[in-house]
T-cell receptor, first 109, second 114 residues
Framework: KQEVTQIPAALSVPEGENLVLNCSFT??????LQWFRQDPGKGLTSLLL?????REQTSGRLNASLDKSSGRSTLYIAASQPGDSATYLC????????FGTGTSLTVIP | EPEVTQTPSHQVTQMGQEVILRCVPI?????FYWYRQILGQKVEFLVS????????KSEIFDDQFSVERPDGSNFTLKIRSTKLEDSAMYFC????????????FGPGTRLLVL
């Protein structure tokens, strides 16, 4: 069974810092990997989707990479802002969808 | 911007009762999903639905659960006889047809079974 792990579980950084969130998965037979943010009590907002044949995707200050063979993805956030504070989830699609436990990010003004 | 909506936002029910959670996906989307998130735990996939039938389901989605698209706009999740452990946030999601597989999530229904 696919296991998705995210490290660290929580992260607190001062505003303006660049940061990296990590996601690892045990089964490399995936179709795609998606990064989401989840605000308290709210639904999930899709940030980036990387197909299994791709190595990275970029959107604004966000860059996500995928190394399928090693079962890893990273989400890089440049010049962090207080509005980036949220829980970040990665999810992989194999025969079904598997989510990680999330990284709770706090950006301190 | 189009969005997925869910009703109700909160529901409290007694154990053993049936509940129906409702979702209105984005109008031109063809793939529909239900997920749940028990408080403090991972988001878990329940079921995906396409072309009026279930395309995938997880081991969580047992005979107590069913999904339906009763008309052109609604997508429902029914839990026949709720258990305490069904208490969770239930999320609906939808995506368009084609290569882009980004899913768009609704705000969720918080279900509490007493």
């Amino acid at each position: 069974k696919q296991e998705v792990t995210q490290i660290p579980a929580a992260l607190s950084v001062p505003e303006g810092e660049n940061l990296v969130l990590n996601c690892s998965f045990t089964d490399s037979a995936i179709y795609n990997l998606q990064w989401f943010r989840q605000d308290p009590g709210k639904g999930l907002t899709s940030l980036l989707l990387i197909q299994s044949s791709q190595r990275e995707q970029t959107s604004g200050r966000l860059n996500a990479s995928l190394d399928k063979s090693s079962g890893r993805s990273t989400l890089y956030i440049a010049a962090s802002q207080p509005g980036d504070s949220a829980t970040y989830l990665c999810a992989v699609k194999g025969n079904q969808f598997y989510f990680g436990t999330g990284t709770s990010l706090t950006v301190i003004p | 911007e189009p969005e997925v909506t869910q009703t109700p936002s909160h529901q409290v029910t007694q154990m053993g009762q049936e509940v129906i959670l409702r979702c209105v996906p984005i109008s031109n989307h063809l793939y529909f999903y239900w997920y749940r998130q028990i408080l403090g735990q991972k988001v878990e996939f329940l079921v995906s639905f396409y072309n009026n039938e279930i395309s995938e389901k997880s081991e969580i989605f047992d005979d107590q659960f069913s999904v339906e698209r009763p008309d052109g706009s609604n997508f429902t999740l029914k839990i026949r006889s709720t258990k305490l452990e069904d208490s969770a946030m239930y999320f609906c999601a939808s995506r368009a047809r084609g290569g882009q597989e980004t899913q768009y999530f609704g705000p969720g229904t918080r279900l509490l079974v007493l």
